[in-house]
């Protein structure tokens, strides 16, 4: 049972960056979805387990950065030009890929998630 373990997050004017990592499983490919109060969970950002194909939410192009470092096992969301909308909880999500090539854009297609951690933008 893999178990994904989330830091970073808090609290940033808009305008501002944070960042926010997550334990990342070898062979495993990662993802970041957020909750608003209220909202459905919602993706922001994904990448395959050899981290070389990335894709990203419409709200979040051009913004955050999905990355990992396979060595040491993490995964990264950096998130610059932060808006008032991106607050919320973030959760990183893991599942296995039948290759390299593969990430995953849903939900429902993640199978293991972090416990989730607060970023909040004020204005």
């Known amino acids: 049972q893999v178990n994904l373990v989330q830091s970073g997050g808090g609290l940033v004017q808009a305008g501002g960056s944070l960042s926010l990592s997550c334990v990342s499983p070898?062979?495993?490919?990662m993802g970041w979805f957020r909750q608003a109060t209220g909202k459905d969970r919602e993706f922001v950002a994904a990448?395959?387990?050899?981290?070389?194909?990335?894709g990203y939410g419409d709200s979040v192009k051009g913004r955050f950065t999905i990355s990992r470092d396979s060595a040491n096992r993490t995964l990264f969301l950096q998130m610059d030009n932060l808006k008032l909308e991106d607050t919320g909880v973030y959760y990183c999500?893991?599942?296995?890929?039948?290759?390299?090539?593969?990430?995953?854009?849903?939900?429902?297609?993640?199978?293991?998630w972090g416990q989730g951690t607060q970023v909040t933008v004020s204005s």
């Open positions: 070898r062979r495993y490919a």
């Open positions: 990448i395959n387990w050899a981290g070389t194909s990335t």
């Open positions: 999500a893991a599942r296995r890929a039948p290759s390299s090539g593969y990430y995953y854009l849903r939900t429902v297609e993640y199978d293991t």
